[in-house]
């Protein structure tokens, strides 16, 4: 391959090669959905193409948005990134996630998630790994059995209770951090069918409002390998999860495995034996700021957290992020404004992700040599970055 590389948001007459390329990388199945072939609202594809017009390269934005805090953020989480065998390792990736994030920032994105099937070409770009989506195995026999109470009622859903669900999901999952809204043309797109997800739909009512529900896939056979897949479980009170969790472990004796994404500390998992799961499948995610002044001033922060600290920051990767900062945060926001002159503490973009995100502190991101501070000076005074809790997914793209 010569080393020009052109890259360009893919057009309509692209999309069967860009299909093709991500069937090879990822070993999928001949037969391609009608959504790879066809204009998504939503979501912009990006193309890496040779000088001979061959497209070499793939990857997508997909214009989520995430929760932190209790505000919607805007992300531009990355899926879909293929680059053709002939053609890696000479800077095609880079080329493509160069435009994504340029792309981003224009429409106004502040932070990237994705999942890798390798980390150490995102980490090159200024993601860095934030969490793990888990998927356990859970003996069904072992969940706890109890009595139904008579305050709740039990149901299977239908197509019309879908607002319901995703209202409860959002009554979970906003006040937390790095979880997407479900929102938006691209949410709104796949769901047009107006058919329920997965096998079956399971609500818990509470004086005939939505207080839990899951959604399920119920698999093949009843023998000792049967498993019955939980998409989803959320509840948001103890007894709508006791209930959830009884109904699920009523499967034991045809599904003798119960697999699920558990979400931490939520009322659901409260109800779990998880100290007998069994882990199925781990799949990493990278966090990235798009921009680390909207990153700040969009998401929400603890009324309880006050400060100032001054750093440098810097982002070879996106240079419109470097540069010496002061964060501020003060009655439940925060303001990233840029400073005059050098700071004590210098943070790396990757550090900045792991902060942001919660999932290290700053001694830890010093340590492992994504920042580093004068003499004298406690990098701690960065874990006012990382307040309001780890981030977590539980959506996979």
Sequence with gaps: MPATVHVRELTADDLDAAWELGRFAFGSEPQRPAHHTATVPGLTRYGAFDDSGRLVGKAVDLRHDQWWSGRAVSAADVAGVAVAPEA????????????????????????????????????????????????????????????????LAV????????????????????????????????????????????????????????????????????????????????????????????????????????????????????????????????DLWMHRPVDVARAVTARGWPAHARGAVDFHLTDTFADWNSGTWRLAVADGAAELTRVGGEADLRLDVRGFALLYAGAAQARSVAQAGLLHHSPGVDPAALDLLGVGGPAQLLDYF
Excluded: I
């Design 88 to 151: 890696r390792g000479r800077g095609v990736a880079r080329a493509m996630l160069t435009a994504l994030l340029r792309g981003a920032r224009e429409r106004g994105a502040a932070v990237s998630a994705l999942y890798p099937t390798v980390a150490a070409p995102y980490r090159a770009c200024g993601w860095e790994a934030a969490g793990v989506l888990r998927t356990v195995n859970v003996a069904t026999a072992a969940l706890p059995r109890h009595r139904h109470s008579p305050d």
């Design 155 to 282: 149901r299977a859903g239908t197509p019309a209770d879908l607002p319901a669900v995703a209202d409860l999901y959002e009554r979970v999952t906003r006040h937390r951090n790095g979880m997407l809204t479900r929102r938006g043309e691209l949410f709104d797109f796949f769901a047009a069918d107006g058919g329920l997800p997965g096998d079956g739909l399971t609500l818990v009512e509470a004086d005939g409002k939505l207080v839990g529900y899951a959604t399920w896939q119920r698999g093949r056979g009843y023998g000792a390998d049967s498993v019955l897949t939980v998409d989803e479980a959320l509840a948001v009170t103890a007894d709508a999860a006791r209930e959830l969790v009884g109904v699920l472990g009523s499967w034991a004796s045809v599904a003798p495995t119960l697999r699920l994404c558990p979400l931490d500390g939520d009322a659901v998992s409260r109800q779990l034996p998880l100290e007998s799961a069994r882990e199925h499948e781990r």
